[in-house]
């Protein structure tokens, strides 16, 4: 079936092993990702204890915008949006689990609308 040239044998052994590999380790990506809610607790959890800044959103009310917003319309009441908008005086714990999960978004964004393996 295949010729006597060792280079083309260990060419497909080595793209059949990156292929099984690459597919072992989105399965378990997708498997983590998906059944381990630890995965997301931890980064919660250092928001919770680290960040000063969703402490003082949870006292203040939600309050109108400025008199050129439509009318109706309010601050946003979700905190990720708020540690966004305040992203210069956020502490640097959370500027990295932000930057983290923004990168890791935008990434498999763009690999996945371009048929890249990513999960």
């Not at 959890?45 to 402490?55: A, C, G, V, Y």
């Not at 003082?56 to 915008?65: C, D, R």
Request: hydrophobic residues 40%; glycine residues 4%.
């Amino acid at each position: 079936m295949w010729p006597q040239d060792p280079s083309r044998k260990e060419v497909l052994r080595f793209a059949v092993s990156c292929r099984i590999l690459t597919l072992i380790l989105q399965v378990l990506t997708r498997f983590l990702g998906s059944s381990t809610p630890i995965v997301y607790w931890f980064p919660a959890h250092l928001l919770q204890d680290q960040e000063p800044l969703l402490r003082s959103l949870k006292t203040v009310p939600s309050k109108p915008l400025t008199e050129d917003s439509p009318p109706g319309q309010k601050v946003p009441r979700n905190p990720i949006m708020g540690l966004l908008y305040h992203w210069k005086i956020c502490s640097p714990v959370t500027r990295y689990i932000l930057g983290y999960f923004l990168t890791y978004w935008l990434l498999g964004l763009l690999l996945h609308c371009n048929f890249l393996p990513w999960t």
